[in-house]
């Protein structure tokens, strides 16, 4: 049963710092993993894939995996009270199918 | 239309009420899957279709729970004899193709409520 775990939170930050939000996951294999945002009462959005070590950034987010760890982060700069939401970590297995943790809620306060 | 869309966007219920939930995926889109997400939790795998051919059930809870999209466009979940237990968001995703780089994109979603 593949896995992925993430803490529910909430995390709470002051406006323009960074958010940093964690995941964990217990397939080795895995070589796929994506973040989706998720606003109360809508649809999850994607923001970000990864699926090489090592970081990659896309204007104020930054993934970062780690294999070797079996971990997956999200680093969010400059956070704004507008990224308040659920921020869901996923895995593709096979089958194309995403195996999503269970969400960490995000709260920046102005 | 651009975007992904189910329909209807609530559905109440009676248990023991079948129900139908309808998605109409991105023109084109070859992949389509449908996800259940209780309150609180991430969305859980139901199915999987390429075109028509659904390639993977094993997410679906019960024989209760049936699938299809004959024309390899729409998409009906069928739930037979609901329970207090179906109670879920269902959503719909779709994908251009299969594998890396092809994005899932979602649906808003069917919030259905069993009484």
């Known amino acids: 049963q593949k896995e992925v775990e993430q803490n529910s939170g909430p995390l709470s930050v002051p406006e323009g710092a960074i958010a940093s939000l964690n995941c964990t996951y217990s397939?080795?294999?895995?070589?796929?993993f994506f973040w989706y945002r998720q606003y109360s009462g809508k649809s999850p959005e994607l923001i970000m894939f990864?699926?090489?070590?090592g970081d990659k950034e896309d204007g104020r987010f930054t993934a970062q995996l780690n294999k070797a760890s079996q971990y997956v982060s999200l680093l969010i700069r400059d956070s704004q009270p507008s990224d308040s939401a659920t921020y869901l970590c996923?895995?593709?297995?096979?089958?194309?199918?995403?195996?999503f943790g269970a969400g960490t809620i995000l709260r920046v306060k102005s | 239309g651009a975007g992904v869309s189910q329909s209807p966007r609530y559905k109440v219920a009676k248990r023991g009420q079948d129900v139908a939930l309808r998605c109409d995926p991105i023109?084109?889109?070859?992949?389509l899957f449908w996800y259940q997400q209780a309150l609180g939790q991430g969305p859980e795998f139901l199915t999987y279709?390429?075109?028509?051919?659904?390639?993977?059930k094993s997410g679906l809870p019960s024989d209760r729970f049936f699938a299809e999209r004959p024309e390899g466009s729409v998409s009906t979940l069928k739930i037979q004899r609901t329970q207090q237990e179906d109670s879920a968001v269902y959503l719909c995703?779709?994908?251009?193709?299969?594998?890396?780089?092809?994005?899932?994109?979602f649906g808003p979603g069917t919030r259905l409520t069993v009484l």
């Open positions: 995703a779709s994908s251009p193709g299969t594998g890396l780089g092809n994005e899932q994109f």
């Open positions: 397939d080795r294999g895995s070589q796929s």
């Open positions: 990864i699926y090489s070590n």
């Open positions: 996923a895995e593709l297995v096979e089958g194309n199918k995403l195996v």
């Open positions: 023109s084109g889109h070859v992949s």
């Open positions: 279709f390429q075109n028509e051919a659904q390639l993977d």
